[in-house]
């Protein structure tokens, strides 16, 4: 049954020392997760936020916690954000040896959480083969991680389609597909149609002049575009 395109705002666009508001804003406007970027300056060249405001943010908020790794120990760090709230922790491939990102995945699931594991734009889709078949989602970069405000990176949905064959093949039917990186009301449509279920925004929601209204509105133009790709499927 087909289920509605759901926004994932990124609180890296956030206004922090509003950021309270924010959250209630946009779980206001109908969001589905709230994206968390987590990044440690190693794996990825910024600094971002941790477990401190991951606890506050999930006392705060009935939002699924979408925490999503940018780190080169993820092993290591797993359990702190589990700890801390995290409903859905996402490691990157690229961090990992295919059996420890199968490792982590199991890590994950075990105590309790949804797993999903990212891959940058030029790191092959075949990168997930060892877990696809047991992942809840997999995101997809359209950016190079590690700054907001960046372009889509043009063709980031033909990988979209790529990785939602992967899991069919897999029998992995229920598996997300998640797309972070220049999503707004332009590319929303693109990825939409390829297979994403989950847009990550960060400057197309914050930023705006009307960022409930933006965050519906992107909203809107992925569910067009996702239910006109499904009928001419069935076509």
């Not at 206004?15 to 206001?28: C, P």
């Not at 709230?34 to 990044?39: L, S």
């Not at 907001?148 to 063709?155: D, E």
Request: proline share 6%; net charge negative; with cysteine.
């Amino acid at each position: 049954m087909y289920q509605p395109v759901r926004i994932a705002p990124s609180i890296l666009s956030a206004d922090f020392m509003n950021l309270g508001a924010d959250i209630a804003m946009i779980e206001a406007a109908g969001a589905g997760f709230v994206h968390i970027d987590v990044m440690d300056g190693h794996f990825v060249p910024n600094l971002t936020m941790g477990v401190p405001l991951l606890k506050q943010l999930k006392a705060a908020t009935s939002l699924v916690c979408d925490v999503h790794l940018m780190i080169d120990n993820p092993l290591t760090e797993i359990p702190w954000f589990i700890d801390a709230g995290a409903d859905l922790v996402n490691v990157h491939a690229e961090a990992l040896t295919a059996d420890e990102l199968v490792c982590a995945v199991a890590m994950i699931h075990e105590a309790g959480c949804k797993a999903a594991a990212a891959l940058k734009p030029k790191t092959p889709v075949s990168a997930l083969d060892p877990v696809i078949d047991r992942l809840d989602m997999a995101l997809v970069m359209s950016v190079e991680p590690g700054f907001s405000g960046q372009s889509y990176i043009a063709g980031s949905d033909r990988r979209v389609a790529e990785v939602a064959a992967r899991a069919r093949a897999a029998g992995n039917e229920s598996m997300l597909i998640q797309v972070d990186g220049g999503i707004g009301e332009v590319t929303a449509p693109l990825v939409a149609a390829a297979g994403a279920d989950v847009l990550v925004c960060g400057n197309a929601v914050f930023k705006a002049p009307d960022p409930a209204l933006a965050l519906q509105t992107v909203q809107a133009a992925a569910d067009v575009a996702r239910l006109a790709a499904l009928a001419g499927g069935e076509a």
